[in-house]
């Protein structure tokens, strides 16, 4: 739970550093990154932080799960510079492309629904056991020979070669291969984002394996929105907290924000500078 501005007092490094578990260097460099605002300096030059920067760190912390440590970096900073809506396209961002990766989840799922056995072509004998030559295979899926190439230089389909003729030789796991892609491409999917999923498949083994990952890809997903929420709260939170007017150690939060010196009260703290 967060701290009332109104009663906590000042901080030290090490303070920070020790609710989260991270170092009071960590913290310097978090600040000095612009994730927390300019820390206040004791008349002997320590550093002293409010619980506004607490509660900083611990928005910066919630943020990264869902949106990794460069965009929560970039939100962070935007947010101490006073330019929330650079902060608020930043989420939209990752809202963004939270979305783009269920469509293509929800893509390959239907693709591997889809790759049937009459989706997959039967073996043409002349190319041996199982295999097919470049043009059988391109007629029975509905596509230009010369499509296949481009997708062998991609790497989503590697025939071997004929010994005898030169031909391009599709086993069985290329015909695999060259349906699922042509299901994916289908979908609107680029090669780029093919490549790397039809990798996967033939790691795999066939897509029956395969359920497992999508059942991870869907639980990694899931959680990765739940983080999402988890970090709007902790942000929210902060950004009311820095528009509050209210008093800390005789400093208005403005004052906290950009660095400003509070009255000095009681002990000196004691922080590394």
């Known amino acids: ?153 991609a790497g989503i389909v590697t025939p071997r070669r004929d010994p005898r003729t030169g031909y391009r030789v599709f086993d069985a796991a290329d015909v695999r291969d060259a349906a699922l892609a042509h299901q994916l491409r289908r979908g609107g999917y680029g090669l780029e984002r093919i490549a790397p999923l039809i990798a996967q498949v033939r790691a795999a083994g066939g897509p029956e394996p395969l359920a497992a990952a999508l059942d991870d890809w869907h639980a990694r997903l899931a959680a990765r929105g739940r983080a999402m929420l988890a970090g709007a709260a902790e942000l929210n939170a902060y950004l009311r907290e820095r528009e509050s007017p209210v008093r800390v150690q005789g400093a208005t939060c403005e004052q906290v924000r950009s660095g400003g010196q509070p009255p000095q009260q009681g002990r000196e703290v004691r922080a590394r500078r």
């Open 1 to 153: 739970m967060r701290q009332n501005l109104q009663t906590a007092g000042r901080l030290r490094p090490v303070d920070l550093a020790r609710r989260h578990g991270l170092s009071t260097q960590a913290v310097r460099n978090y600040e000095a990154a612009g994730i927390l605002p300019p820390a206040g300096r004791t008349a002997h030059g320590y550093r002293t932080y409010a619980p506004l920067h607490a509660d900083a760190l611990g928005t910066f912390l919630a943020l990264i799960p869902g949106h990794g440590h460069a965009t929560a970096t970039a939100i962070m900073r935007a947010v101490n510079r006073d330019e929330p809506a650079e902060a608020f396209r930043l989420i939209d961002e990752s809202h963004a492309q939270l979305l783009e990766d269920r469509r293509t989840l929800d893509a390959v799922e239907r693709a591997l629904r889809d790759l049937g056995p009459g989706a997959v072509p039967a073996p043409d004998d002349r190319a041996g056991p199982g295999a097919m030559f470049v043009g059988p295979l391109a007629g029975r899926l509905g596509i230009r020979p010369a499509t296949l190439r481009k997708w062998e230089r």
